[in-house]
């Protein structure tokens, strides 16, 4: 797995939830949204993102366990106006946005797309997705996306007079797995390359394992995600997409 994607991915979804906990907090203390209303998805986001925060090595700035907690923060006195309420959240949360965003580009392998169009805008859709999830449904969905970018790599780089297929079967046109499976037997061969063709088969077992599960939360649709760049990166490299 490339620390690109992996970083990027991961960044992305966190800041998309760090945001909408932002707008939510400013919306109750200024008039908006009420507390009664808003208190559960606020709670249940803010475990979703100590969660996701954890993972990275990261605490939550945030000290508040729910909305209440908030309103007795911006009502004692210390913050009078919904500016200065605005201003306290965006001091609360600026310093992790800025680690967050630093992080991301200082891990960065790969900036530039593979070269691939296809490809290149189901990776870009997979991020969009992953940072907009909310729901069973739609990180199923990033599932979806990701099981037809592993069918797009393996057409693109597949051919079944160099690759044969490792079982012997006739191969559909959407068995990525058999596909690329043949691919890195190939492309990858010799005991000088096994750990290369170890790692590259292990990614893509595992995002073939996780695009097929049927119920998803965030870290599925996240492992999903992730382990499908790396199985592109790696191909790309190995192709010599990349040089």
Same mark, same amino acid.
């Given at each position: 797995?490339?620390?690109?994607?992996?970083?990027?991915?991961?960044?992305?979804?966190?800041?998309?939830?760090?945001?909408?906990?932002?707008?939510?907090?400013?919306?109750?203390?200024?008039?908006?949204?009420?507390?009664?209303?808003a208190d559960r998805?606020?709670?249940?986001?803010?475990?979703?993102?100590?969660?996701?925060?954890?993972?990275?090595?990261?605490?939550?700035?945030?000290?508040?366990?729910?909305?209440?907690?908030?309103?007795?923060?911006?009502?004692?006195?210390?913050?009078?106006?919904?500016?200065?309420?605005?201003?306290?959240?965006?001091?609360?949360?600026?310093?992790?946005?800025?680690?967050?965003?630093?992080?991301s580009r200082s891990? #960065?392998?790969?900036?530039?797309?593979?070269?691939?169009?296809?490809?290149? #805008?189901?990776?870009?859709?997979?991020?969009? #997705?992953?940072?907009?999830?909310?729901?069973?449904?739609?990180?199923?969905?990033?599932?979806?996306?990701? #099981?037809?970018?592993?069918?797009?790599?393996?057409?693109?780089?597949?051919?079944? &007079?160099?690759?044969?297929?490792?079982?012997?079967? &006739?191969?559909?046109?959407?068995?990525?797995?058999?596909?690329?499976?043949?691919?890195?037997?190939?492309?990858?061969?010799?005991?000088?390359?096994?750990?290369?063709?170890?790692?590259?088969?292990?990614?893509?077992?595992?995002?073939?394992?996780?695009?097929?599960?049927? &119920?998803?939360?965030?870290?599925?649709?996240?492992?999903?995600?992730?382990?499908?760049?790396?199985?592109?990166?790696?191909?790309?490299?190995?192709?010599?997409?990349?040089?």
């Amino acid at each position: 797995m490339t620390p690109t994607q992996s970083t990027d991915n991961n960044s992305q979804a966190i800041l998309a939830e760090i945001e909408s906990q932002r707008v939510l907090m400013i919306s109750v203390a200024t008039g908006g949204q009420r507390i009664q209303n808003a208190d559960r998805e606020y709670k249940e986001r803010r475990e979703n993102i100590k969660d996701m925060l954890r993972a990275r090595g990261f605490e939550d700035p945030n000290p508040f366990a729910d909305l209440w907690a908030w309103y007795g923060k911006w009502s004692s006195g210390d913050l009078p106006s919904h500016q200065s309420r605005r201003e306290f959240i965006s001091n609360l949360y600026g310093p992790l946005i800025e680690q967050l965003t630093d992080s991301s580009r200082s891990n #960065r392998v790969f900036e530039e797309p593979t070269g691939w169009p296809k490809i290149d #805008r189901t990776v870009t859709e997979i991020r969009q #997705r992953l940072a907009a999830a909310k729901t069973e449904e739609q990180f199923q969905a990033v599932g979806l996306l990701c #099981r037809e970018a592993l069918i797009t790599l393996a057409q693109t780089v597949f051919n079944p &007079t160099k690759h044969p297929i490792l079982d012997g079967v &006739t191969v559909s046109g959407t068995d990525a797995k058999r596909m690329l499976d043949a691919y890195l037997a190939v492309e990858l061969s010799g005991g000088e390359n096994k750990v290369a063709r170890q790692h590259a088969k292990a990614a893509l077992d595992l995002a073939n394992e996780t695009q097929h599960k049927r &119920t998803a939360g965030f870290r599925e649709a996240a492992i999903c995600a992730e382990s499908t760049a790396a199985v592109i990166n790696l191909i790309a490299i190995i192709s010599g997409q990349r040089d």
